[in-house]
């Protein structure tokens, strides 16, 4: 045991005589400097150059002891020969342990051979104690200083007053001591340190909770995104795999009842040529039989001797009774055309139904919706509902002959000269307005770029009039419109609805609108965007039929067009909502 013990403590001894306190490894290129520690060259070295770059004063990493100038290194001759015997012997020294302060810890003023590392700093005593001599602190009854966590004590201390930096000033945003707030800031807003950090210890207590709160709720919301992104999988995959089955029924169907003409085809073909065959080998031995009585008829009717002449005359058998011959008209040469043009309208009727069918299949699936926010508030939120701005073309069959369509049929200009177009059920006579021809519903979000003294931003029901006053967007129930004028300084917006108008006051001048559309919940929003995105109108209602967005420029020149949305975040202002039911 005796044994045990004295080569623990050989090993401890080698441990603090061979190891840098720096590097907390086996010393390399000892060297010794003025107070008598020892360290790697080269980390002394880096050590030094960085308080050089600092501008501080060069200490020793483990006695603190200062010198004016950066002392010189001497090499330890003794420790180097050592080091050199440890290696041709082999012998191993172990390695520092961790509870040694390194040069940026803060190390313990009591420990004398190597310091381990502080555990707390008296800031009255200006003394760091580590765990082993912390309790000398509590033996001495009249210390009874607040200790903290281990700190660089001369960073807590005032360089020019000597005292415990105790003060907070406000004004200058740093710590002071009690001299320097009766003097250098005097009349500075000032508290007790203690006091400050009080304060600031509450405030971060309530950042960390609303930190927290925050985490949690994003980490809820994780999770749900998780399960939907699984649930959108399984469901798309699902219906990939039904739409699959489906379709190849359909095919099979459609080749089962293919196969089945061609079959019928086949059999009428077979039956229609074999009758025709037979006819014809009839008629072909018809027509031998009529040649060979035709060549002895001729052959009689060249006999001159009268009596051989009546006698084969009278003995001629009559003709048989001749085969009644088919009617070959133009139509009998078609035969199947019919089916042709059958199977061709069939076609038809099939290519307009998929057509139809697709359609919806196809809007179906572009109105899936995913976890989004369910109230959005700022623009970027908005955005998420935004389709892409070539989803907004307006249909030319309802451009009054007024508008001028350009940017692939996403800007609209008012003109003084009528266009060209042609007649259609769906124009707009009497006012220059224009529907998209993609329905909405679900959630949309779409901007308009005006400029000009007006134009209006709707949506509107397929149905709306296309002539007399019911036919302009808000004047009727099948449109919701907001018209924009242009005045000097500002724009007067107003919103209309079934001929009821309703003036938005107040509002700065802007070029750009947002409009959200919910079809489901029955909500209609206007916003408008410059530096701020401004809530001016909330419709909430409930829809009956699929929208349509829809633009009106009511002046000669005024311009509106659909444009993309951007997805940067700009600050929010929502006033007290307007709301029609």
């Known amino acids: 045991s005796l044994s045990l013990r004295g080569k623990r403590a050989q090993h401890q001894l080698d441990r603090r005589n061979f190891c840098c306190s720096l590097c907390l490894d086996l010393l390399k290129d000892p060297v010794t400097i003025p107070c008598g520690h020892n360290y790697c060259m080269s980390c002394i070295k880096s050590h030094w150059d ?136 005097k ?49 798309a995959y699902a219906a990939a795999e039904d739409s699959e089955k489906m379709s190849t029924e359909l095919i099979n169907l459609i080749e089962k009842r293919n196969s089945d003409v061609k079959r019928k085809i086949k059999f009428k073909q077979q039956i229609k040529v074999s009758r025709a065959k037979e006819l014809q080998e009839k008629l072909q031995q018809e027509i031998t039989d009529l040649r060979r009585r035709d060549t002895e008829l001729k052959q009689l009717s060249h006999t001159e001797d009268q009596t051989q002449f009546l006698l084969k005359h009278a003995s001629l058998p009559c003709l048989p009774n001749s085969t009644a011959l088919p009617s070959c008209n133009t139509r009998s040469l078609q035969y199947f055309k019919d089916v042709t043009a059958s199977v061709s309208a069939a076609r038809e009727k099939l290519q307009e139904s998929c057509r139809k069918e697709w359609n919806k299949i196809s809007m179906t699936v572009s109105e899936v919706d995913v976890l989004l926010p369910q109230d959005p508030k700022t623009r970027a939120e908005f955005s998420q509902y935004a389709d892409h701005v070539s989803n907004f073309q307006l249909d030319q069959n309802t451009a009054s002959m007024q508008m001028l369509l350009s940017q692939e049929n996403r800007k609209v200009t008012c003109m003084k000269d009528i266009q060209s177009y042609p007649n259609h059920a769906n124009r707009f006579m009497d006012r220059s307005q224009a529907v998209c021809k993609r329905r909405l519903t679900g959630r949309h979000y779409w901007e308009v770029e005006w400029s000009g003294l007006g134009v209006s931003v709707a949506v509107a029901y397929r149905d709306i009039a296309r002539t007399g006053d019911a036919s302009i967007f808000g004047e009727n129930d099948k449109s919701w419109a907001l018209m924009c004028v ?45 530096e701020t995105f401004t809530l001016l109108y909330k419709v909430k209602t409930k829809f009956s039929q699929p929208l349509y967005a829809g633009l009106g420029v009511y002046y000669f020149g005024s311009t509106a067009e659909f444009v993309s949305s951007s997805r940067q975040r700009v600050t929010v202002d929502f006033p007290q909502e307007t709301a029609a039911v």
């Open 486 to 530: 242009n005045k000097n300084t500002h724009t007067i917006y107003d919103y209309k609805h079934n001929g009821e108008k309703t003036i938005i006051p107040n509002v700065p001048k802007s070029s750009r609108v947002g409009v959200f559309l919910d079809h489901k919940a029955g909500i209609l929003s206007f916003y408008r965007i410059s």
């Open 50 to 185: 960085k308080r050089d770059q600092r501008k501080e004063v060069h200490s020793c990493p483990q006695c603190r002891q200062t010198f004016t100038l950066r002392p010189a290194r001497a090499e330890n001759s003794m420790f180097a020969d050592s080091m050199k015997g440890q290696k041709k012997t082999g012998h191993q020294v172990a390695p520092a342990d961790h509870c040694y302060a390194g040069p940026e810890d803060v190390g313990c003023d009591v420990c004398t051979v190597r310091k381990r590392k502080a555990l707390k700093s008296c800031l009255q005593c200006r003394v760091s104690y580590c765990k082993e001599h912390i309790q000398q602190h509590f033996e001495v009854p009249s210390k009874k200083h607040r200790l903290v966590e281990a700190a660089k004590l001369q960073e807590n201390i005032c360089t020019e007053h000597d005292e415990v930096k105790s003060i907070f000033c406000h004004t200058d945003k740093r710590c002071i001591c009690v001299d320097c707030s009766m003097n250098e800031h």
């Open 187 to 235: 009349g500075h807003n000032t508290v007790r340190a203690s006091t400050e950090m009080a304060k600031r210890q509450g405030e971060l207590r309530t950042s960390r909770q609303e930190i927290q709160q925050r985490i949690q709720s994003r980490e809820k919301v994780v999770k749900e995104l998780q399960q939907e992104m699984k649930a959108i999988n399984r469901s």
